[in-house]
């Protein structure tokens, strides 16, 4: 199913305009596991971030769809534009991704009612690892935004985490952020590079992917280690103006 046939054509130009949409999702391998993701811009064609009624009208679009009352919402109670907006652009990430070249629609499957998430999302569930998933399919999913892009990432196989990061992201005390939350061979990786910003990004986003794919938070963020030999796979997506991770655990 295409993305502009689920759409409808007075949809997609809506959305499109809204939100920038990129034909950009991509299909690969990482050591077997199939991975699909997309990403949206959270921008308009000008350049701005889209005004509330544009993206209220945009919920609207995702409501049509099928996503749930609740669901809309939640989105709709989030009272700064900017994170509204992002949130949004997430969701239509996700389901580009899914729909786009996974051919599945990701409302179409219904909430239990002791479902985990008090907030339900696309019709997603919680693993008991934390991490949301389809529930029917066992579709494992992550989604992440930063100003400007949302990305979303799911596979069929085993569990996933995505972050990004802007790669102008300035950060004020960097060699503290690596001795708070850096392993010892992750510090001696940036050390090696000239303490170079771009590879502090890159490892930080490789960390919060693989907590996302664990289902862990920032609190255990130390104890992972992403230079260890049983690393998982990681893909670094092709995005201008953003560093973009992807974690796959099988």
Same mark, same amino acid.
């Given at each position: 199913?295409?993305?502009?046939?689920?759409?409808?054509? #007075?949809?997609? @130009?809506?959305?499109?305009?809204?939100?920038?949409?990129?034909?950009?999702?991509?299909?690969?391998?990482?050591?077997?596991?199939?991975?699909?993701?997309?990403?949206?811009?959270?921008?308009?064609?000008?350049?701005?971030?889209?005004?509330?009624?544009?993206? +209220? *009208?945009?919920?609207?679009?995702?409501?049509?769809?099928?996503?749930?009352? /609740?669901?809309?919402?939640?989105?709709?109670?989030? %009272?700064?534009?900017?994170?509204?907006?992002?949130?949004?652009?997430?969701?239509?990430?996700?389901?580009?991704?899914?729909?786009?070249?996974?051919?599945?629609? =990701?409302?179409?499957?219904?909430? =239990?009612? +002791?479902?985990?998430?008090?907030?339900?999302?696309?019709?997603?569930?919680?693993?008991?690892?934390?991490? =949301?998933?389809?529930?029917? #399919?066992?579709?494992?999913?992550?989604?992440?935004?930063?100003?400007?892009?949302? @990305?979303?990432?799911?596979?069929?196989?085993?569990?996933? &985490?995505?972050? @990004?990061?802007?790669?102008? %992201?300035?950060?004020?005390? =960097?060699?503290?952020?690596?001795?708070?939350?850096?392993?010892?061979?992750?510090?001696?990786?940036?050390?090696?590079?000239?303490?170079?910003?771009? *590879?502090?990004? %890159?490892?930080?986003?490789?960390?919060?992917?693989? &907590?996302?794919?664990?289902?862990?938070?920032?609190?255990?963020?130390?104890?992972?280690?992403?230079?260890?030999?049983?690393?998982?796979?990681?893909? /670094?997506?092709?995005?201008?103006?953003?560093?973009?991770? @992807?974690?796959?655990?099988?």
């Amino acid at each position: 199913m295409s993305v502009l046939r689920l759409f409808g054509r #007075s949809t997609f @130009v809506l959305l499109d305009f809204c939100f920038h949409l990129r034909y950009n999702t991509k299909k690969g391998k990482g050591r077997g596991v199939s991975v699909i993701w997309a990403a949206v811009l959270t921008t308009c064609r000008g350049g701005q971030c889209p005004d509330a009624a544009l993206v +209220d *009208q945009t919920i609207d679009c995702l409501g049509e769809l099928g996503l749930s009352a /609740e669901a809309q919402s939640t989105l709709r109670a989030i %009272r700064n534009l900017a994170a509204r907006t992002q949130s949004v652009a997430a969701r239509l990430a996700l389901m580009w991704a899914l729909i786009g070249e996974g051919g599945i629609h =990701p409302f179409d499957t219904p909430l =239990p009612t +002791d479902a985990k998430s008090e907030k339900p999302l696309c019709g997603l569930v919680y693993d008991n690892h934390g991490a =949301p998933c389809l529930l029917a #399919s066992g579709i494992a999913i992550s989604l992440a935004h930063c100003d400007g892009m949302a @990305v979303a990432s799911c596979t069929d196989e085993g569990r996933i &985490g995505v972050d @990004v990061e802007p790669c102008d %992201r300035r950060l004020s005390r =960097p060699a503290e952020m690596v001795r708070r939350y850096f392993s010892p061979s992750e510090r001696r990786i940036w050390e090696e590079s000239g303490c170079d910003a771009q *590879q502090l990004l %890159r490892i930080w986003t490789r960390k919060e992917a693989l &907590g996302k794919a664990k289902g862990l938070g920032l609190a255990h963020i130390k104890e992972l280690d992403t230079m260890t030999p049983e690393e998982p796979s990681y893909t /670094e997506l092709p995005l201008s103006g953003v560093i973009a991770t @992807v974690c796959q655990l099988k």
